[in-house]
């Protein structure tokens, strides 16, 4: 009997408690009040977020939202994280508008617009959005009702959308976005006619080419694909088929090394080339490569350039240097005739 009440109590300790909460209405307006009931199966305590930055610690509360859009909120019982429930709620506006992911929406960064529209009888709701020639459309198409993209240019942005419910048109023409400027860092190229340009890398999309800066001058003049110290000892390009027996009669113009993978990217008259150390497996990447290179070991890049402009693709870690990337082209560029990258934000 002493065994049995104390397995009794020791169940009735290990019971499960559920944590779950409603709202209703279940379509709310902004500026109206949704209440929230609390459904647990037990506890002592509650804890609410409502998305919005605002707390309740009451059973069940009520909330205002202001604005609309989704909301997460959510149930924390007695204080302890594995008894919480989260879930979506979805504010509409008085009017049909769309809303959008982020309140600072930042060059060449992806945010999501969605429609927003007030539809408790379940009509069936026709969209189109209008974007600006600097918007790329990166997801969905522009008759969904969610989508998502980036801008390309920093300023005022007109989106429009026209919003069809039941045979009534709904035209949103007045709403802009505002795109802020970000810093970035950037590939710094020197031209043959003694000019220096940048192409910022943002978000992993890529800037227009534009003139470089007095920081980014003061970097590339002091690069150099020419030169490089293997083994202790410094040697220029021209000066490597002597010192790697691999390479021996090659003529070389420029060279970079991998240090973490003990490769060598080379230029020659046959173009781009990847090589062990010991110059074994050698391997062509591009036989139109020109001349300049560059390894850029934080993004795992081999930067190149030919007579189509700048190309770029991830380096190669396989020990017969054979590779399945393809390259991508960064810029139509046909007078490159030294890369580098300026890690420094601008």
Known sequence: MIISFALAILCAGCKRVTVDFTYSPAEPKAGETVKFSN????????????GDNATSMSKHPNKVYKKPGEYVV??????????????IIKVYDTIPTF??????????HDVTLTANIYNPFKYELQYQWTLPNNCVL??????????????????????????NQNGKTYDINDKSLLVHPVKAPSILMHTTDNTIVRQRMIN???????????????????????????????????QMADKVPGFAGM????????????KWYLT????????????SNQVTIDPQATGAIYVDAERNRIYWANADGLYAMPLIKSKNNQFTTTSTQ????????????????Q
């Not at 959510?74 to 429930?85: E, N, P």
């Not at 998502?148 to 942005?157: A, I, N, P, R, W």
């Not at 992993?204 to 920081?215: D, I, K, M, Q, T």
């Open 138 to 163: 990166q997801s969905g198409k522009t008759t969904d009702a969610s989508i998502v993209v980036y801008f390309t240019s920093t300023g005022e942005m007109p989106v429009q959308l026209s919003i």
């Open 99 to 108: 809303v959008c992911s982020s309140d600072s929406i930042l060059l060449y």
């Open 204 to 238: 992993e999309r890529l800037e227009p080419v534009s003139e470089g800066s007095e920081a980014d001058k003061a970097i590339v003049n002091q690069t150099n694909d020419t030169v490089v110290t293997f083994n202790n000892v410094t040697f220029y390009a021209s």
């Open 39 to 50: 459904n647990s199966s037990a506890g002592e305590s509650w804890a609410w977020s409502f």
């Open 268 to 279: 020659t008259d046959n173009g781009l080339l990847i090589a062990n150390f010991d110059g």
């Open 74 to 87: 959510t149930l924390m019982v007695d204080s302890a994280k594995y008894l919480t429930r989260s879930k």
């Open 251 to 262: 003529q070389i113009q420029h060279m970079q090394m991998d240090a973490m993978a003990q």
């Open 330 to 345: 960064y810029n139509q560029l046909n007078n490159i005739d030294l890369i580098t990258v300026n890690n420094t934000p």
